[in-house]
């Protein structure tokens, strides 16, 4: 499977990792629902409004500022336990405590007001409930050269645990990114990398000593990935499915945080 240098609204793509990177986030946050009303912000074309609505008890408010998207969410999932609407997230038209659960996936990156939004997740969240909200590990980001021009900021860990403690009285922050066996498979990349470097011309490995290695850290990964495949003819291990990881400890490289935030009880 290839990655895509930039999805920002995830449609169903069967294909796609980053369709089941965030496919697996929702089923995270299904662990976490209790019976009642459920408010998905940010729902996009539905897909994970519909699949937390299976759970038993549930009834679900899909929200989102872009209409098209939402109009396409109320043709694919006209279900009765379902209700989509038009809403901004540091605006919401329902009361204080009208939700049992709420769900903020890859939202908040998105909102200048992030405090605003926070406040308003927490006023229409019930005492008794839960928010899960996942965003961008900037770190990571940084560290791969991953830029996203929709993106009014990303967070490392500390800002963002001190940003959502806040607003809620316990923050437990889980980790998302690929398993030990997919960071093996990498491993064995780079070393194959070295090993046929041995066996070609000098000019092939002047090529990656003094084109590629300086330059893979500030040029896109494809890019470079094309370079070594065209040369050496070795291909950067693809994630599998089975490859994406939500953990409670840090993960090697980490991609996404994933944090499950409780009511703030003070006034």
């Given at each position: 499977m290839k990655r895509s240098p930039v999805v920002e609204r995830m449609e169903v793509q069967p294909d796609s990792i980053f369709y089941h990177e965030h496919v697996a986030r929702y089923r995270f946050a299904?662990?976490?629902?209790q019976p009642g009303w459920t408010l998905?912000?940010?729902?996009?074309?539905?897909?994970?409004?519909?699949?937390l609505s299976r759970r038993p008890g549930i009834r679900l408010a899909g929200a989102d500022v872009d209409l098209p998207s939402l109009v396409q969410a109320l043709r694919q999932f006209p279900q009765p336990r379902i209700s989509?609407?038009?809403a901004s997230g540091t605006g919401l038209p329902f009361p204080d405590g009208r939700f049992h659960n709420v769900v903020s996936l890859e939202t908040i990156e998105h909102i200048r007001d992030h405090r605003g939004y926070l406040r308003e997740l927490g006023r229409v969240l019930n005492t008794g409930g839960a928010c899960i909200i996942s965003t961008p590990n900037r770190e990571y980001s940084e560290r791969h050269n991953r830029t996203n021009p929709y993106h009014v900021r990303e967070y490392a860990e500390s800002e963002l645990r001190g940003l959502l403690q806040e607003h809620f009285a316990s923050v437990e922050m889980y980790y998302q990114g690929f398993g030990a066996s997919y960071h093996d498979r990498v491993r064995d990349y780079s070393a194959s990398i070295q090993h046929e470097k041995e066996r070609v011309n000098r000019f092939v490995r002047f090529g990656i000593d003094r084109i590629y290695r300086p330059l893979k850290r500030v040029i896109p990964f494809g890019i470079a990935n094309l370079f070594i495949r065209r040369l050496l003819r070795l291909q950067f291990p693809q994630p599998a499915i089975s490859d994406i990881s939500i953990a409670p400890e840090p993960q090697e490289d980490s991609s996404v945080f994933i944090a499950v935030c409780r009511k703030n009880l003070r006034p």
């Open positions: 299904e662990t976490y629902l998905d912000i940010a729902c996009g074309t539905g897909y994970g409004s519909e699949r989509f609407l038009a």
